[in-house]
T-cell receptor, first 113, second 119 residues
Framework: EAQVTQNPRYLITVTGKKLTVTCSQN?????MSWYRQDPGLGLRQIYYSMNVEVTDKGDVPEGYKVSRKEKRNFPLILESPSPNQTSLYFCASSFVGGGGEQFFGPGTRLTVL | AQKITQTQPGMFVQEKEAVTLDCTYDTSDPSYGLFWYKQPSSGEMIFLIY??????QNATEGRYSLNFQKARKSANLVISASQLGDSAMYFCAMRDHNAGGTSYGKLTFGQGTILTVHP
């Protein structure tokens, strides 16, 4: 089944404790992206990647890191989480170019205390 | 820079009636795509419909159609014969198809519209 998976789905952590949210897709997509969703703000892009070893900042990259060592994986790293990073996070993937839809993972609900 | 505006924070519709969700966009790129996604209360993002900037006809997918007015930069979603299961948040989004541009491939979202279908 073609899908984007994220883990964990839910996470409660404390300020300053490093965490990684994993994202994996099995559709051989070049493009992968991370978004955060906050009430009234829609989805905002954090980082994206056009292909292996090619990543770039989105609209709200502060406090986040990413890496793209393999085509299928695109982990999101919070080195020192803060309460303002409490949010719903989505990973998405697609082919580059054309009208290909972005496929979204199920979301990760993160709470930073 | 690309921008998507959804001016309706909430909409109500009677079951079996049609409803239009508004979306306007702003871009200077000649090649782009417009998307609508549905987000039910369970949280997942469900792709509904796509319209390319060079497509001559409005896109349709079952009960969903996209009213694309390029000169007015609007891409409204029309849902016909509303069902109770259509109650959800709806997002309009735009993607830059300009290969080589600084925002190539980026998907920009509006703030969303919450649709409630009454029985």
């Amino acid at each position: 089944e073609a899908q984007v998976t994220q883990n964990p789905r839910y996470l409660i952590t404390v300020t300053g404790k490093k965490l990684t949210v994993t994202c994996s897709q099995n559709m051989n997509h070049e493009y992968m992206s991370w978004y955060r969703q906050d009430p009234g703000l829609g989805l905002r892009q954090i980082y994206y990647s056009m292909n292996v070893e090619v990543t770039d900042k989105g609209d709200v990259p502060e406090g986040y890191k990413v890496s793209r060592k393999e085509k299928r994986n695109f982990p999101l790293i919070l080195e020192s989480p803060s309460p303002n990073q409490t949010s719903l996070y989505f990973c998405a993937s697609s082919f580059v170019g054309g009208g290909g839809e972005q496929f979204f993972g199920p979301g990760t609900r993160l709470t930073v205390l | 820079a690309q921008k998507i505006t959804q001016t309706q924070p909430g909409m109500f519709v009677q079951e079996k009636e049609a409803v239009t969700l508004d979306c306007t966009y702003d871009t200077s790129d000649p090649s782009y795509g417009l998307f609508w996604y549905k987000q039910p209360s369970s949280g997942e993002m469900i792709f509904l419909i796509y319209q390319g900037s060079y497509d001559q006809q409005n896109a349709t997918e079952g009960r969903y159609s996209l009213n694309f007015q390029k000169a007015r930069k609007s891409a409204n979603l029309v849902i016909s014969a509303s069902q109770l299961g259509d109650s959800a948040m709806y997002f309009c989004a735009m993607r830059d198809h300009n290969a080589g541009g600084t925002s190539y491939g980026k998907l920009t979202f509006g703030q969303g519209t919450i649709l409630t279908v009454h029985p």
